[in-house]
């Protein structure tokens, strides 16, 4: 487990862009966050998703879809990356920059478990190397809940924990892969919107529903 990053800190996506405060998001009350025992007396215990057939035939039967807003199947994408022959990462974005939403950190204050479950099945499932979490950059409670909560594990996939910039572009996912190579927090124009990660590079821009 490593400090969360601050190599994304540097440089505003537009001078003297407006900020405007995480009200809401950082002081969320009346719900305890999970511990790991807890979460794996409600739930049990993850299974091993390493090949990921069952996985993926299931979210496929379920007709499992993205929550980005195109409500791309997941599956399909899933298999798509799996199909570039593993390695890269998976990022669990958690980056929400709407005003006044904060379900993204109502489930790592709370359940941070079952994200992360999702986020190593998704390693397993695609062949990945290892996998971040990405979150807004002031977001401090959610940050310390999902520390905490890699704390309690073991024997997962290298996970971080990276921080964006304050921004609303900073969760669109051609920015962040283009961050995880070195580049800006910006995006980039790619031909297929549902694919957005390059085939000559080792990040893969999954994250995870």
Same mark, same amino acid.
Do not use: C
């Given at each position: 487990?490593?400090?969360?990053?601050s190599e994304v800190r540097s440089g505003? &996506?537009? #001078?003297?862009?407006? +900020?405007?405060?995480?009200?809401?998001?950082?002081?969320?009350? /009346? %719900?305890?966050?999970?511990? !790991?025992?807890?979460?794996? #007396?409600?739930?049990?215990?993850?299974?091993?998703?390493?090949?990921?057939?069952? !996985?993926? =035939?299931?979210?496929?039967?379920v007709r499992l879809t993205g929550r980005?807003?195109?409500?791309? $199947?997941?599956? +399909?994408?899933?298999?798509?990356?799996?199909?570039?022959? /593993?390695?890269?990462?998976?990022? #669990?974005? @958690?980056?929400?920059?709407?005003?006044?939403?904060?379900?993204?950190? +109502?489930?790592?204050?709370?359940?941070?478990?079952?994200? &992360? *479950?999702? &986020?190593?099945?998704?390693?397993? +499932?695609?062949?990945?190397?290892?996998?971040? %979490?990405?979150?807004? *950059?002031?977001? *401090?409670?959610?940050?310390?809940?999902?520390?905490?909560?890699? @704390?309690?594990?073991?024997?997962?996939?290298?996970?971080? %924990?990276?921080?964006?910039?304050?921004?609303? &572009?900073?969760?669109?996912?051609?920015?962040?892969?283009?961050?995880?190579?070195?580049? $800006?927090?910006?995006?980039?124009?790619?031909? =297929?919107?549902?694919? $957005?990660?390059?085939?000559?590079?080792?990040?893969? /821009?999954?994250?995870?529903?």
């Amino acid at each position: 487990m490593t400090a969360p990053s601050s190599e994304v800190r540097s440089g505003a &996506l537009v #001078a003297g862009a407006a +900020v405007l405060a995480r009200q809401g998001s950082e002081h969320l009350t /009346g %719900v305890a966050r999970e511990d !790991l025992a807890a979460h794996t #007396a409600r739930l049990r215990p993850r299974e091993p998703q390493l090949g990921g057939t069952p !996985l993926l =035939d299931a979210m496929e039967a379920v007709r499992l879809t993205g929550r980005g807003g195109g409500h791309f $199947p997941a599956a +399909v994408k899933w298999r798509s990356v799996q199909s570039q022959g /593993g390695g890269g990462t998976v990022v #669990a974005n @958690a980056a929400e920059g709407e005003p006044a939403i904060a379900k993204d950190a +109502v489930l790592l204050q709370t359940r941070p478990h079952l994200v &992360l *479950d999702g &986020l190593v099945s998704a390693i397993e +499932v695609v062949g990945a190397a290892d996998g971040v %979490v990405w979150i807004h *950059d002031g977001a *401090d409670a959610t940050a310390r809940s999902v520390m905490a909560a890699l @704390a309690e594990r073991a024997g997962d996939p290298p996970i971080r %924990v990276m921080l964006a910039p304050d921004r609303y &572009l900073s969760g669109e996912a051609t920015g962040i892969i283009r961050t995880l190579e070195g580049g $800006p927090t910006l995006p980039r124009w790619v031909p =297929d919107p549902a694919r $957005p990660w390059s085939p000559s590079t080792s990040t893969s /821009g999954l994250a995870v529903p």
